[in-house]
Antibody, heavy 127, light 109 residues
Framework: EVQLVESGGGLVQPGGSLRLSCAAS????????MSWVRQAPGKGLEWVAN????????YYVDSVKGRFTISRDNAKNSLYLQMNSLRAEDTAVYYC????????????????????WGQGTTVTVSS | EIVLTQSPGTLSLSPGERATLSCRAS???????LAWYQQKPGQAPRLLIY???SRATGIPDRFSGSGSGTDFTLTISRLEPEDFAVYYC??????????FGQGTKVEIK
């Protein structure tokens, strides 16, 4: 079964740090870009960061640049998000997601989407 | 930065009715990079549509996507009880890499 399982969430004080993990199984982890997406309480989805298959490219939403670091260990089929200098506005459920490209033989084009998601881990930043 | 605006914010419909959800982009978006997701309370999002109009694996054919340029639509032809949820459009770009719309809630009337 294709699966992503996040862990590492919890309650942390403003300015603190937390490291999230995402364990992948049931597919060739090293073949996919991976993303972190978060959802603040009662709010919509916000993409946070993503990383290329070999870790050579990483991208972040502006609000977390310089504070969060995405990484991966393909030997352990794991994705990570190191979060430093946490703020109250970082409070959210954090999901890891697999990015897939879908080939259409009809249009001869690739299409993109996040087709596998974890169940999420909750991060609360509060004093 | 491309902004995706979804409308309406909330759609109140009865089972069996047709739902039409809109996603408008602030700049032209390649249809290759436009996707739709469904999210139910307490659950992770689920990919419904990619490439603006292709259904993901296991998605019933009552879900369809259309559009191009700046205007995209998700249609649910006949609402089933399990379809009442929040729907998000998403586009893949340069910076930020992925952008979501703010969501449309489809609720039971």
């Amino acid at each position: 079964e294709v699966q992503l399982v996040e862990s590492g969430g919890g309650l942390v004080q403003p300015g603190g740090s937390l490291r999230l993990s995402c364990a992948a199984s049931g597919f060739t982890f090293s073949s996919y870009w991976m993303s972190w997406v978060r959802q603040a309480p009662g709010k919509g989805l916000e993409w946070v960061a993503n990383i290329k298959q070999d870790g050579s490219e990483k991208y972040y939403v502006d609000s977390v640049k310089g504070r969060f670091t995405i990484s991966r260990d393909n030997a352990k089929n794991s994705l990570y998000l190191q979060m430093n200098s946490l703020r109250a506005e970082d409070t959210a459920v954090y999901y890891c997601a697999r990015e897939s490209d879908f080939w259409s033989g009809y249009t001869k084009k690739y299409y993109y989407g996040m087709d596998v998601w974890g169940q999420g881990t909750t991060v609360t930043v509060s004093s | 930065e491309i902004v995706l605006t979804q409308s309406p914010g909330t759609l109140s419909l009865s089972p069996g009715e047709r739902a039409t959800l809109s996603c408008r982009a602030s700049q032209s978006v390649s249809s290759s990079y436009l996707a739709w997701y469904q999210q139910k309370p307490g659950q992770a999002p689920r990919l419904l549509i990619y490439g603006a109009s292709s259904r993901a694996t296991g998605i019933p054919d009552r879900f369809s996507g259309s559009g191009s340029g700046t205007d995209f639509t998700l249609t649910i032809s006949r609402l089933e009880p399990e379809d009442f949820a929040v729907y998000y459009c998403q586009q893949y770009g340069s910076s930020p890499r992925w952008t979501f719309g703010q969501g449309t809630k489809v609720e039971i009337k």
